[in-house]
């Protein structure tokens, strides 16, 4: 079956988002699912159901929008949404165009015609064609996609469609409409012949009127046939385009799914995935000579691929849609502004935060200016920047700009509305960052309840709150409770959404960590090796996730002293965040980690460069690190330390020591309170007796012991609050 419901990867390193779209909506699955499939029964899913999705992808072609709209699936709880798409029917096309207010203004203008002539295009045949497709019966759908397709191209050929009746009105309505070229020549005629007659008598009567009066007459005559020549040549644009875009749709989409070796034919169990990549090609050709209708195919595309998490695919089209709506519509249009942030939301995806924070800064101020403050567009932008700005560990920008967001949602839509409540759970981890952890425990204790309230306990949003509510718990040394919130977290989303969902691997990897907080590696490191496992074949073995992952396992196999272990490990998960995040502060963090495990195993060679590394990129980014994690800096001199006394150089130990000033000292992580004091007085006093023995295997083995005695005993710095950062067309959420 063609997968149209395929939910969204998350390079993004998505939780809540996977479910949410423009400023806060619906995406994924739901979307696209039939009804027979929102029943969870399979006896009732075939590929009937892929009817259904192509009905839906042709339905938000022609209308800008999916049958179930995103912005009404925000508030409602998912049985709520299982329901509508089970019983309510979608309006037709034309009627959804006409209802659409400011998005019929924006499609009518980009496809160079009037409103009126818009949705009157869209009405009669288009209407059975999509509607037929989404009939909630699937035994009154199309039977295949071939027969779908012959349909759309009986409607461009200007033949009777099946999806009507069969009338002889409709049938003569359709032959005046294929010889529409003969009839309006002689309906032109007809009406000269009237104008002309009409024109003559009254020459007649009012001949001795000023020639003036008469010139004016004339001149107004001329600019009514010039009116009329172009609202004549916007209605055939608007056609044209409209049959380029149905063509593509036909030909190239649906054209994925015939039998292998038929023209443009994958086979009957093609992917949405391999639909999209078969067809991009062949876009510039097809729409050639229509920029406009290029531009929203590219950006549609650019969208789908962002949802699929492949944010560098995404890149490519969204990049040619902002320049042709750029190029044609002007730098300010909503269309070319949209555009932009959905392009800055994919660099910011692929971790390329150089180029998205421009681009969001860019389309903030376009967007404040043409919309004001407080438009939803504009508080969306604000609030992708903000998140960006977290992102890159620019605290004191990212901050004010959510509380400026916030209050302009408490005064615009209320304390406890959805948007309200999804700004205070992206507010929160940023005061985790720097390090006002009971302002966040109680911002998201407050989301926390407003969220069950108004979406119910089992709705993705209030999994999310929970999720980062328990890793301000962790960062707040309250170990235990946060267990109990992680656990209660994984087994909603498990439930609701799926073990392999990225949210729930999400949740999975967190409560790892919390183990390996609590001392329980081997704990943490079974459940890291099933959340490896599902994210390698879940998003692909370079994925930055999986590069995480890997990471913290490395560093649960080191404290259980599995050295060599370790080392690939640690080295694997390296690999991938040089690739993906080079300058993100846990890569250089995880340098400081494999410097430690190669130290545990004698390699001094080895273990100096990847130490003095580690140590120089995590002081380089030391502002971007989050204050309960700046601790890490100092451990990493301290590992040097070590190396050189390990290594019998003394000097170079002194010198590190004197780097180590009570100010840097003073970073060490402040919680684990007696657990923390015994390990430090255990490695002092284990330190000063390995260095007063000879160079003997036992000295080695107790010089390792006192390198597990120092590494700190949890890995929460790799939990949700600084990695499910996610964002969207719109609002953004962690």
């Known amino acids: 079956m063609i997968d149209f419901g395929v939910a969204k990867a998350t390079d993004q390193r998505i939780t809540e988002q996977t479910m949410m779209t423009q400023y806060g909506v619906i995406v994924g699955t739901l979307e696209y699912m039939s009804p027979e499939q929102a029943a969870f029964s399979a006896l009732g899913v075939d590929t009937r159901s892929d009817?259904?999705?192509?009905?839906?992808?042709?339905?938000?072609?022609?209308?800008?929008?999916?049958?179930?709209?995103?912005?009404?699936?925000?508030?409602?709880?998912?049985?709520?949404?299982?329901?509508?798409?089970?019983?309510?029917?979608?309006?037709?096309?034309?009627?959804?165009?006409?209802?659409?207010?400011?998005?019929?203004?924006?499609?009518?203008?980009?496809?160079?015609?009037?409103?009126?002539?818009?949705?009157?295009?869209?009405?009669?045949?288009?209407?059975?064609?999509?509607?037929?497709?989404?009939?909630?019966?699937?035994?009154?759908?199309?039977?295949?996609?071939?027969?779908?397709?012959?349909?759309?191209?009986?409607?461009?050929?200007?033949?009777?469609?099946?999806?009507?009746?069969?009338?002889?009105?409709?049938?003569?309505?359709?032959?005046?409409?294929?010889?529409?070229?003969?009839?309006?020549?002689?309906?032109?005629?007809?009406?000269?012949?009237?104008?002309?007659?009409?024109?003559?008598?009254?020459?007649?009567?009012?001949?001795?009127?000023?020639?003036?009066?008469?010139?004016?007459?004339?001149?107004?005559?001329?600019?009514?046939?010039?009116?009329?020549?172009?609202?004549?040549?916007?209605?055939?644009?608007?056609?044209?385009?409209?049959?380029?875009?149905?063509?593509?749709?036909?030909?190239?989409?649906?054209?994925?799914?015939?039998?292998?070796?038929?023209?443009?034919?994958?086979?009957?169990?093609?992917?949405?995935?391999?639909?999209?990549?078969?067809?991009?090609?062949?876009?510039?050709?097809?729409?050639?000579?229509?920029?406009?209708?290029?531009?929203?195919?590219?950006?549609?595309?650019?969208?789908?691929?962002?949802?699929?998490?492949?944010?560098?695919?995404?890149?490519?089209?969204?990049?040619?849609?902002?320049?042709?709506?750029?190029?044609?519509?002007?730098?300010?249009?909503?269309?070319?502004?949209?555009?932009?942030?959905?392009?800055?939301?994919?660099?910011?995806?692929?971790?390329?935060?150089?180029?998205?924070?421009?681009?969001?800064?860019?389309?903030?101020?376009?967007?404040?200016?043409?919309?004001?403050?407080?438009?939803?567009?504009?508080?969306?932008?604000?609030?992708?920047?903000?998140?960006?700005y977290r992102e890159a560990g620019r605290w004191d920008q990212a901050i004010p700009l959510f509380e400026r967001t916030l209050a302009a949602q408490k005064a615009r839509l209320g304390v406890d509305h959805p948007y309200t409540l999804l700004t205070q759970n992206n507010l929160a981890p940023a005061y985790q960052a720097v390090g006002q952890i009971d302002r966040a425990i109680a911002l998201l204790q407050e989301t926390l309840a407003g969220r069950t309230a108004k979406l119910g306990a089992d709705h993705p949003s209030t999994f999310s709150t929970q999720n980062n509510l328990a890793s301000a718990y962790q960062a707040a040394g309250q170990v235990d409770r946060a267990i109990t919130v992680f656990q209660r977290t994984l087994a909603g989303r498990t439930a609701r959404l799926g073990v392999d969902h990225p949210s729930t691997l999400t949740t999975r990897h967190d409560l790892a960590c919390a183990y390996q907080g609590r001392g329980d590696s081997a704990g943490a490191e079974a459940m890291l090796r099933d959340v490896l496992a599902a994210r390698q074949k879940k998003l692909g073995g370079q994925h930055p996730e999986v590069g995480r992952t890997l990471a913290a396992l490395g560093q649960s196999l080191l404290k259980q002293g599995r050295w060599s272990q370790s080392e690939a490990t640690l080295r694997e998960g390296l690999a991938i965040l040089e690739a993906k995040r080079p300058d993100a502060w846990l890569r250089s963090d995880t340098q400081v980690w494999l410097g430690a495990s190669l130290l545990a195993q004698k390699k001094y060679t080895e273990a100096e460069p990847m130490l003095l590394a580690g140590y120089e990129g995590l002081k380089a980014r030391e502002a971007r690190i989050p204050v309960p994690s700046r601790y890490r800096l100092a451990e990493a001199g301290e590992r040097l330390v070590q190396l050189y006394e390990a290594w019998d150089q003394q000097e170079k130990a002194r010198e590190w020591r004197q780097k180590m000033t009570p100010a840097a000292q003073a970073k060490t992580k402040p919680r684990d309170g007696p657990i923390r004091f015994f390990w430090s007085a255990f490695a002092s006093r284990a330190a000063s007796l390995a260095r007063s023995l000879p160079a003997s295997r036992a000295s080695s083995s107790l010089r390792s012991v006192v390198l597990i005695a120092r590494l700190k005993p949890t890995c929460t710095d790799w939990t949700s609050p600084f990695l499910s950062i996610s964002t969207s067309r719109g609002m953004a959420s962690a």
């Open 51 to 388: 009817i259904y999705a192509l009905g839906v992808v042709l339905y938000e072609l022609l209308t800008g929008s999916t049958p179930l709209e995103r912005e009404r699936l925000q508030g409602a709880s998912y049985a709520e949404i299982l329901e509508w798409i089970k019983e309510r029917e979608p309006p037709r096309p034309s009627t959804r165009l006409f209802a659409s207010g400011e998005r019929l203004e924006i499609l009518s203008g980009q496809r160079s015609t009037e409103p009126a002539r818009l949705t009157k295009l869209m009405r009669g045949e288009l209407d059975w064609i999509v509607m037929r497709a989404l009939e909630k019966d699937r035994t009154r759908r199309y039977e295949t996609a071939s027969s779908f397709a012959r349909d759309v191209r009986h409607f461009l050929d200007g033949d009777p469609v099946e999806a009507c009746p069969p009338s002889a009105a409709y049938r003569l309505r359709k032959l005046a409409r294929k010889h529409r070229a003969a009839l309006v020549t002689a309906a032109g005629f007809a009406a000269l012949l009237v104008v002309g007659a009409a024109v003559s008598t009254w020459q007649a009567i009012a001949a001795r009127r000023a020639e003036v009066r008469a010139t004016f007459e004339a001149r107004a005559a001329l600019d009514a046939k010039a009116k009329a020549t172009a609202e004549s040549q916007k209605a055939r644009h608007s056609a044209a385009q409209a049959e380029a875009v149905l063509s593509f749709f036909q030909d190239q989409l649906l054209a994925a799914a015939r039998p292998e070796g038929q023209e443009g034919g994958l086979g009957k169990d093609v992917t949405l995935r391999q639909a999209v990549d078969a067809a991009e090609p062949k876009i510039a050709a097809a729409f050639s000579d229509q920029p406009g209708a290029e531009a929203a195919i590219r950006h549609t595309l650019g969208s789908s691929y962002s949802f699929l998490g492949q944010p560098t695919l995404a890149m490519r089209q969204l990049q040619r849609a902002f320049e042709l709506r750029t190029v044609r519509l002007g730098p300010d249009h909503p269309d070319t502004l949209t555009t932009q942030n959905m392009l800055a939301l994919a660099y910011q995806a692929a971790g390329r935060l150089d180029r998205a924070i421009p681009l969001f800064e860019q389309t903030l101020a376009a967007r404040t200016a043409r919309l004001g403050a407080n438009h939803p567009d504009t508080l969306t932008t604000q609030n992708d920047l903000a998140m960006a």
